[in-house]
């Protein structure tokens, strides 16, 4: 039998439905334990789960999924110490700070392997990687800023940071600075730095920039919480309204790109990466084909007209 356990919200906290685990060890009854914690803004982490939701109705064959979402650094902290005893493989899309590696190197030495979703962490405390480049992903949307702004004098891209650890954040912005350094220097870059990824930090921390009379011809957001750039964007009354580029499709920013108040949204296909988590897991169950370091899948460029066009793998 293959045990599914899934997650869903009540009001705003997202709890588990089944707090029970198998306590099978690895191949018993040909059952390999997934556990998977995602971390992240509630919109991008309703759409993760319910993509593995989506996923696990097709049939695991073999694999039994516990997928749960954390709403705070003690929270991931405290399901990993949990879920370590309860886990043959363990995934996790979340921060990569010093705490959480020091608490997954625990999976490493019981011989757990550790699968970074989305956001990559270091190469010393995961086994694999499965998401998009997100390096690349930066440097796409420095080039879509700079062939757009090119022949515009003493214009600026307002990037948006908020320092919490996440390491496809530091990729993206590593790449994107890059990129305009590179092949754009005339383009300068301001920062709009947050102390939360939450709609309302977002929002202050963009009008706070915005009202200084910058000419900013484009915003980046590389954080993935839109709503509260997008208010800002339309609270400031601009010359004209900068370019608006950020990452990952979810509830939240579907309505905000058809609206045209995102312009494009760089994003991963997430059955993409459950499929390819599914091959990670059978094989590092098997031990046929060990996964690589890096599972990559692409990464595409959404805008209101190909939204409905998109693939999914």
């Given at each position: 039998m293959i045990y599914h356990n899934h997650s869903r919200i009540n009001g705003s906290n997202w709890i588990s439905e089944n707090a029970s685990f198998r306590s099978t060890p690895l191949g018993t009854n040909g059952t390999t334990r997934c556990s998977i914690v995602v971390q992240t803004n509630a919109a991008f982490a309703r759409s993760v789960l319910d993509a593995i939701r989506r996923f696990s109705k097709k049939g695991l064959h073999g694999i039994s999924i516990h997928a749960v979402a954390s709403q705070s650094d003690e929270q991931t902290l405290e399901l990993i110490g949990t879920l370590r005893h309860h886990s043959d493989v363990f995934a996790l899309l979340g921060k990569n700070t010093e705490r959480v590696k020091a608490a997954l190197l625990e999976f490493r030495s019981l011989g757990i392997p550790v699968i970074a979703l989305v956001s990559d962490l270091d190469a010393s405390v995961r086994t694999t990687y499965i998401g998009g480049d997100n390096r690349a992903a930066g440097q796409l949307a420095g080039f879509i800023f700079g062939r757009s702004l090119e022949r515009e004098l003493g214009v600026q891209v307002a990037i948006v940071a908020c320092n919490l650890g996440y390491r496809c954040w530091e990729d993206r912005?590593?790449?994107?600075?890059?990129?305009?350094?590179?092949?754009?220097?005339?383009?300068?870059?301001?920062?709009?730095?947050?102390?939360?990824?939450?709609?309302?930090?977002?929002?202050?921390?963009?009008?706070?920039?915005?009202?200084?009379?910058?000419?900013?011809?484009?915003?980046?957001?590389?954080?993935?919480?839109?709503?509260?750039?997008?208010?800002?964007?339309?609270?400031?009354?601009?010359?004209?309204?900068?370019?608006?580029?950020?990452?990952?499709?979810?509830?939240?920013?579907?309505?905000?790109?058809?609206?045209?108040?995102?312009?494009?949204?760089?994003?991963?296909?997430?059955?993409?990466?459950?499929?390819?988590?599914?091959?990670?897991?059978?094989?590092?169950?098997?031990?046929?084909?060990?996964?690589?370091?890096?599972?990559?899948?692409?990464?595409?460029?959404?805008?209101?007209?190909?939204?409905?066009?998109?693939?999914?793998?």
């Open positions: 912005e590593i790449g994107f600075r890059s990129l305009l350094k590179e092949r754009f220097p005339q383009i300068s870059i301001v920062e709009i730095t947050t102390e939360s990824d939450s709609p309302q930090a977002s929002c202050e921390a963009a009008l706070r920039m915005l009202s200084n009379g910058h000419a900013v011809g484009g915003i980046y957001n590389l954080v993935g919480e839109n709503l509260g750039l997008a208010q800002a964007i339309s609270k400031v009354q601009l010359p004209r309204r900068p370019v608006y580029i950020t990452h990952e499709l979810d509830e939240a920013a579907e309505p905000l790109l058809r609206a045209g108040a995102i312009d494009f949204l760089i994003t991963q296909n997430l059955e993409s990466i459950v499929n390819a988590m599914k091959r990670c897991v059978i094989a590092l169950r098997t031990g046929t084909d060990r996964p690589g370091e890096l599972n990559l899948v692409p990464i595409e460029l959404v805008s209101k007209f190909n939204l409905q066009s998109r693939t999914v793998l």
